[in-house]
């Protein structure tokens, strides 16, 4: 029997599989694996072959049908009894579409399986906006910078500050939010980084 056209989306699929395994024959849990699929773990039993492929595609969409929810439920149903992927593989790889159904034991109506509004906002809604990191530059944390040689701090303890030493006048070492040397500590940073501002000024790299 041909199968209708893949209906599914990635994400309905592993909601329908869900649906499925709670609404099917029970199972023993097996607290080595995941009891209820998600897309990453539908993507992975792909990658290794214990999955078809998608069915059809829907611009970059990838679409599913009947197959591979049984196929899916099957998998699960396997693993919760104890079996590895590699015995899961063993038992499914090259099976036949009945055997796969007989272990997945797909209710009848799967239309049922979960509700209507839910299906058509997962489907068909627009995927969130995804914010352009580049376009709307970070908040500013305030900042201090000090000399190695400074004797006195007196940061504004209301706010969390970024301390930076400056070691000449193009090279500052920033330090983390809230940590301020002493004077001993920073002359000990300066003579620790000598070294490393003579190499940067060799190579062209800090002046002088």
């Known amino acids: 029997m041909t199968e209708a056209p893949a209906p599914w989306t990635i994400d309905r699929l592993a909601r329908l599989a869900a649906a499925a395994l709670a609404a099917g ?10 009891e ?4 990453r773990t539908i993507r992975w039993y792909t990658s290794i072959g214990l999955l078809d492929r998608p069915a059809a595609m829907r611009g970059r969409t990838a679409l599913y049908g009947r197959s591979h929810l049984a196929q899916l439920v ?5 693993q919760a009894s104890g079996l590895t992927v590699a015995a899961v593989q063993e038992r499914l790889l ?17 239309d049922t399986l979960i509700a209507p509004a839910d299906a058509d906002t997962a489907d068909t809604a627009p995927s969130p906006a995804r914010s352009r990191f580049w376009v709307t530059p970070p908040a500013a944390e305030p900042f201090t910078a000090i000399t190695a040689d400074t004797d006195t701090i007196e940061p504004d303890t209301t706010t969390p500050l970024i301390t930076g030493i400056r070691l000449t006048t193009d090279i500052t070492l920033l330090l983390p939010t ?24 060799r190579l062209g790299l800090s002046e002088a």
């Open 74 to 78: 099957a998998i699960k149903r396997l």
């Open 94 to 110: 090259g099976a036949d579409a009945s055997v796969v159904e007989e272990i997945a034991k797909l209710p009848a109506d799967l």
């Open 25 to 34: 024959a029970p199972t023993q849990p097996n607290g080595r694996i995941r």
């Open 178 to 201: 809230g940590r301020t040397p002493d004077a001993a500590a920073r002359a000990a940073i300066a003579e620790a980084a000598q070294p490393l501002l003579d190499l940067l000024n």
């Open 36 to 39: 209820v699929p998600d897309v």
